[in-house]
């Protein structure tokens, strides 16, 4: 399986569980988006170029052993019109993005409204 059938059906399974518990096209969510910068100059370039694209980012700091470190870079948006293929478009978009900076995309995730955090 390739990465974007994996991604597509990691994405479908999100979507599957948000529609489970309520959330609907009109359901206003905040999405976090999660990056993984194998440099903090890349850690650094992407969050310059996805806040550049209108999604401030923030370097969560540096994780993993000495020799394998990685860098979080989590950004996000609210909106009030999720689908699966806007869910399906941010995944491509957020892979480019690592793709260029030498990250890996991690996925996403949300607080539904009116559930309790897990």
């Given at each position: 399986?390739?990465?974007?059938?994996?991604q597509r059906?990691?994405?479908?399974?999100l979507?599957?569980?948000?529609?489970?518990h309520?959330v609907t096209s009109?359901?206003?969510l905040t999405?976090d988006?999660?990056?993984?910068?194998?440099?903090?100059?890349?850690?650094e370039?992407?969050a310059a170029?996805l806040?550049q694209?209108?999604?401030p980012a923030?370097?969560?700091?540096?994780?993993?052993?000495?020799w394998m470190?990685?860098?979080l870079?989590?950004?996000?948006?609210?909106s009030?019109?999720w689908?699966?293929e806007?869910?399906?478009?941010?995944s491509?978009l957020?892979?480019?993005?690592?793709?260029?900076?030498?990250a890996?995309y991690?996925?996403?995730?949300a607080?539904?409204?009116?559930?309790?955090p897990?």
């Amino acid at each position: 399986m390739d990465d974007s059938t994996a991604q597509r059906r990691r994405d479908q399974a999100l979507w599957e569980a948000w529609t489970t518990h309520g959330v609907t096209s009109a359901t206003q969510l905040t999405v976090d988006y999660f990056l993984y910068a194998r440099s903090r100059e890349g850690a650094e370039g992407l969050a310059a170029a996805l806040a550049q694209a209108g999604f401030p980012a923030a370097i969560r700091g540096a994780r993993g052993f000495l020799w394998m470190r990685r860098w979080l870079v989590q950004t996000g948006e609210t909106s009030a019109h999720w689908s699966f293929e806007k869910l399906q478009e941010r995944s491509a978009l957020f892979i480019r993005y690592a793709e260029q900076f030498q990250a890996d995309y991690d996925g996403c995730g949300a607080a539904v409204p009116g559930q309790a955090p897990a």
